[in-house]
T-cell receptor, first 113, second 114 residues
Framework: AQSVSQHNHHVILSEAASLELGCNYSYGGTVNLFWYVQYPGQHLQLLLKYFSGDPLVKGIKGFEAEFIKSKFSFNLRKPSVQWSDTAEYFCAVSSGSARQLTFGSGTQLTVLP | DTGVSQNPRHKITKRGQNVTFRCDPISEHNRLYWYRQTLGQGPEFLTYFQNEAQLEKSRLLSDRFSAERPKGSFSTLEIQRTEQGDSAMYLC????????????FGEGSWLTVV
């Protein structure tokens, strides 16, 4: 069974700081990888996804993520965070013929103005 | 709004009562999913439909839970004889081949069992 680990449960940054949120998954085959964001009081929204090709993917709002197959990782990055990035971030994976997503437990990001 | 729509958004019920949630997916999405999310956790997969066929069910979906998608459009999730442990956010999501299996989520239905 596949699993997803997000090691940072709560990250606090000041505006303009750089962000990197870790995500590791366990599955030996082909994977599709996703980052979702949940702003306070809102539904889960897709930030970015990786299916194949260039392992560095760019998403909305200046976010990017890098798939490193050898490390089973898909870390999320943003060079300069804003107060409006305060939200919960979820990494997710789907694999093989599975249609559903397996989510990590999420990372709460708080950006201080 | 053409996103995934869920109702009711909030439901408070007494233990032992039955509750039903409805999900209207994005138009023409043939895949529909139900997830459950509790505080401090990521969403957990419950079940998945392709058109009207329920193709996969998680072990989390006990016998008290039943989901239907009778015409391949909207879906319902019923919980019978609710227990306090059923308190959670129930999320519906949809996708299609055309969306590259990107799954789009609704705002969820909060269930509180008292």
């Amino acid at each position: 069974a596949q699993s997803v680990s997000q090691h940072n449960h709560h990250v606090i940054l000041s505006e303009a700081a750089s962000l990197e949120l870790g995500c590791n998954y366990s599955y030996g085959g082909t994977v599709n990888l996703f980052w979702y964001v949940q702003y306070p009081g809102q539904h889960l929204q897709l930030l970015l996804k990786y299916f194949s090709g260039d392992p560095l993917v760019k998403g909305i709002k200046g976010f990017e993520a890098e798939f490193i197959k050898s490390k089973f990782s898909f870390n999320l990055r943003k060079p300069s965070v804003q107060w409006s990035d305060t939200a919960e971030y979820f990494c997710a994976v789907s694999s093989g013929s599975a249609r559903q997503l397996t989510f990590g437990s999420g990372t709460q990001l708080t950006v201080l103005p | 709004d053409t996103g995934v729509s869920q109702n009711p958004r909030h439901k408070i019920t007494k233990r032992g009562q039955n509750v039903t949630f409805r999900c209207d997916p994005i138009s023409e999405h043939n895949r529909l999913y139900w997830y459950r999310q509790t505080l401090g956790q990521g969403p957990e997969f419950l079940t998945y439909f392709q058109n009207e066929a329920q193709l996969e069910k998680s072990r989390l979906l006990s016998d008290r839970f039943s989901a239907e998608r009778p015409k391949g459009s909207f879906s319902t999730l019923e919980i019978q004889r609710t227990e306090q442990g059923d308190s959670a956010m129930y999320l519906c999501a949809s996708s299609s081949l055309g969306s590259g299996n990107t799954i789009y989520f609704g705002e969820g239905s909060w269930l509180t069992v008292v």
